[in-house]
């Protein structure tokens, strides 16, 4: 039996962490979404076989997306039908896509630069990113120039309020900060609102735009439908 309250630390041998450590170490590029995917999902089974831990880990496919967002739909005459493999669907309700990155091992890898600017210009209906550098949170909005994030740091907390347009300004902040992207740490999430079928529709083009580009679909691509 362990004894806890002695063990310092935890290395997951096989955490995509170490694996992208030990392919700088060794000179191979190791984030391939496709190889990353595939080895989940061998640990996966391997996990549940043992049958002490489920471990699920895979691709969102559009299907999966449709059956979050949208129910099959017989009414023709409503408006807000998306159709997909010849299926009519009908949008059911909002809400807001997270896509979590890892570009790096500590810090973002210079060769991703050139996509941080592309999660403004390229995805319709964005909400901006969360990250920071080292041991700080930001969350950016926009950037300035090709290489100038701007980022928001309210870190202010109080009470809830439930008259909220009486103290409306309270819960926004004044400030806007910049940040260079070379200072970016790897990992980051960013957000995309899907209020309608249209919103829908046009998270599936961007998403393609970069699953269909050479340099970028290493690491965004849907899964197999």
Excluded at 7 to 20: A, D, G, M, R, T
Excluded at 139 to 152: E, P, T
Excluded at 206 to 213: E, G, K, S, T, V
Aim: proline share 3%; hydrophobic share 35%; charged share 20%.
């Amino acid at each position: 039996e362990p004894i806890y309250s002695s063990i310092s630390e935890i290395i997951p041998p096989y955490s995509i962490h170490i694996l992208c450590k030990l392919g700088k170490f060794v000179g191979t590029f190791t984030s391939n979404i496709k190889m990353i995917n595939l080895f989940c999902k061998i640990n996966s089974q391997i996990f549940n076989e043992l049958n002490f831990i489920h471990f699920e880990c895979g691709c969102i496919s559009k299907k999966q997306l449709l059956k979050e967002f949208c129910e099959e739909c017989m009414d023709f005459d409503n408006k807000d039908i998306i159709c997909y493999n010849g299926v009519d669907y009908q949008f059911k309700k909002p809400g807001i896509i997270f896509i979590s990155l890892r570009l790096g091992l500590y810090d973002l890898d210079p060769m991703y630069y050139d996509f941080i600017p592309l999660i403004f210009s390229k995805f319709r209906n964005n909400f901006g990113f969360v990250g920071g550098k080292k041991d700080r949170a930001y969350y950016f909005i926009g950037i300035q120039g090709d290489n100038k994030l701007i980022l928001v740091d309210p870190h202010l907390n109080q009470q809830m309020n439930n008259d909220f347009e009486k103290d409306y300004d309270s819960y926004n902040t004044q400030d806007l900060y910049l940040l260079d992207i070379n200072e970016l740490s790897s990992s980051f999430s960013f957000a995309i609102g899907i209020f309608n079928s249209t919103h829908f529709s046009q998270f599936i083009e961007d998403f393609n735009w970069f699953a269909q580009n050479d340099k970028y679909n290493q690491f965004l691509y849907f899964g197999k439908d």
